[in-house]
């Protein structure tokens, strides 16, 4: 009734031939994405094709305009594609309704934003007990969103109210909001946007900790091309469509390395991502 | 139903993180609610309380009075007599009737020395104070030689004494002024419970003949003196029908009325007068009710206000609460029980205050119990609910519809 099955099998399918690498995660075949804005038809994504396995930590780059944040509303189930697929987990929810999506999002995906958004007046705990409280089995909800806090390390800061924690501590929470359902991908909107560098530097850590450590998928969306070195792939966008989907030769560490003037880091991710264009669809 | 213990609890986090604004929204139910229970309680006690002073005025009565048939006019028509009082009381028509107790009323100027006074002066005979079971407690009532020489006296009420006589002299033996005509004071009525309406001891009385005389003109064409209405006193309750019955038999054959529909008087039971004033003072109650019932609807607007700029102001909370998997019937009942318990609260604020209100009112004026029924509180309850899933629903579902997308983004 929720999901489409005939989606999974087919994928099964497919697996089975490839039988190469990690479980795909993530689907998607010829996506895009009109909006009507009065007379006028945007194409803000002109059909995207991209797989993500298991595990991988992906950044999603582009300029304003190009679409990467209306591919991160269809990857995260907020939005539907006008045409195309999306196998999030080996379902098709291309065609899912509202109620389903809302499922989805809930089992499937965790969600850090650029502003956090924490609920005001709300401790920790009860931030990250939040998707439990809409999730259908409900189980030792206290001991599930405790230990998410404990593995961002705030397990000190149980009972803290957000204007009672620095921003890094705040998005730390966000994350393990976004962790306590245990999705299958966690997808982060510029998640170091609003920090200083330091707090940035911790945020980035973490994130790199978790997918090291328990095989988190992440992808992360933004334009900082220093916070995309930190990944293992750059998915390049520009006016709807990938201009470049390369592996990150040597991710840095979180910490390892200062941010680098601004021109020397563009000089940097232009050379590596334009200087063997589409080396790897070919 | 663990969903919507859950749901319970984020309404009442929303509404305690507003705290002064929840409180000013549910003021407006409260005043409704409070409005409602109080003034509900106060139309009843009137009516209780009208109607107590209808059975206080004596036992087994039937009233009199002229009456246009229908169609007809009241000039036509033969008024009520003194013959006509005296034919009542016949045992061999009427062996039902015990008394009957002509009353012809003036309205008049009554002047002692500086203080002075207009008020219905009420002619009566000796028969009043037995059917009223009223009588003087200083000098003496109206007897049967007053009546017959029309002589000039009166019996006051104790109101009436207050205020002609307000040095504190004694005013039995006094003279008055009725209509600039002297009158002597020959009684003093014992004081009647106090009402705080229709005052029954601001009373003159004189005897009937006098003030068909002297104080009106209450000769007709045939020579007979017509009375305002006459009070019929019943032998028993058993009585009361067959009573009716015979007032009618003998006035209709005194007034030459062939037909039922014909008849140019009205006889009223005690009972029949009870029912005719408590459908009056009921209107009294609904009108009441009504106007508190308004107070009630612009409180719902008030909430519904309310949870609208709530759900403006927590459109990204919203959004969140999509993106962690809020389906659409757990934002929709959120904010939904937000505002039924905002009106239930108040509500039940109100009946505690509007129980109060009542309790107060009966000590203010002793006379007057009110109480609050059952069914007004059940009333209010149900009101409240109602308004707060009525106004409630339209803020909620344009909570619930909101795009998480566009929710998010928002500033």
Sequence with gaps: MLFRRNGRQKQNVAHLQEDSGPQVVIDVQGVAKTYQMGEIEVNALRGISLQIHRGEFVAIMGPSGSGKSTLMNILGALDQPTSGKYFLDGVDISQAGDHDLAVIRNQKIGFVFQSFNLLKRTTALRQVELPLIYASKAGNRHERARAALESVGLSDRLHHMPNELSGGQQQRVAIARALVTEPAIILADEPTGNLDSKSGTEVLRIFQQLNRERGITTIFVTHDAFIARHTDRVIMLRDGKIVADKRVESPLMAGEVERPSEMAELEEIFRQTYDAPRAEFT | ?411
């Design chain 2, 1 to 411: 139903m663990a969903a919507f213990w859950e749901s319970l609890r984020l309404a009442l986090d929303g509404l305690k993180a507003n705290r002064l604004r929840s409180a000013l929204t549910m003021l407006g139910i409260v005043i409704g609610v409070t409005a409602v229970i109080a003034l509900v309680s106060f139309g009843q006690g009137v009516q209780d309380f009208i109607s107590a002073q209808f059975e206080s005025l004596g036992s087994n009565l039937l009233f009199v009075f002229s009456s246009a048939p229908s169609g007809g006019r009241l000039g036509d028509i033969k008024l009520l007599t003194m013959s006509d009082a005296e034919a009542l009381t016949n045992p061999l028509l009427a062996s039902s009737i015990l008394r009957a107790a002509p009353q012809f009323d003036v309205f008049s100027l009554v002047v002692s020395g500086r203080n002075e006074k207009t008020i219905s002066v009420s002619g009566v005979t000796p028969a009043y104070q037995h059917v009223r079971g009223w009588e003087a407690q200083f000098g003496r009532f109206i007897d049967e030689t007053d009546i017959l020489t029309s002589a000039r006296v009166a019996v006051l009420g104790t109101t009436v004494v207050r205020s002609l006589f307000s040095d504190g002299t004694d005013p039995v033996g006094q003279t008055i002024r009725i209509n600039t005509l002297p009158f002597r004071v020959i009684g003093v009525m014992a004081q009647q419970p106090s009402s705080g309406f229709a005052d029954e001891n601001e009373v003159v009385f004189v005897p009937i003949t006098t003030a068909q005389t002297r104080l009106g003109r209450a000769r007709q064409r045939d020579g007979s003196y017509q009375v305002s209405f006459i009070t019929v006193q019943a032998v028993s309750e058993a009585g009361m029908e067959n009573a009716a019955s015979e007032i009618a038999s003998i006035l209709a054959d005194r007034h030459d009325v062939e037909y039922r529909d014909e008849q140019d008087f009205t006889v009223l039971s005690q009972s029949e007068l009870l029912s005719v004033v408590g459908s009056i003072t009921g209107l009294l109650t609904v009108f009441l009710g009504v106007i508190a019932g308004i107070s009630l609807l612009v409180g719902g607007i008030g909430i519904m206000n309310i949870m609208l700029v709530t759900v403006t102001e927590r459109t990204r909370e919203i959004g969140l609460r999509k993106a962690v998997g809020a389906r659409h019937r757990d934002i929709l009942l959120q904010f939904l029980i937000e505002s039924v318990v905002l009106t239930v609260v108040g509500g039940l604020i109100g009946i505690g205050l509007g129980f109060l209100a009542s309790v107060a009112g009966s000590a203010l004026i002793p006379d007057l119990s009110l109480r609050v029924t059952g069914g007004s509180v059940a009333l209010a309850t149900t009101v409240s609910t109602v308004i707060g899933l009525f106004f409630g629903i339209y803020p909620a579902s344009r909570a619930a519809s909101l795009n998480p997308i566009d929710a998010l983004r928002y500033e």
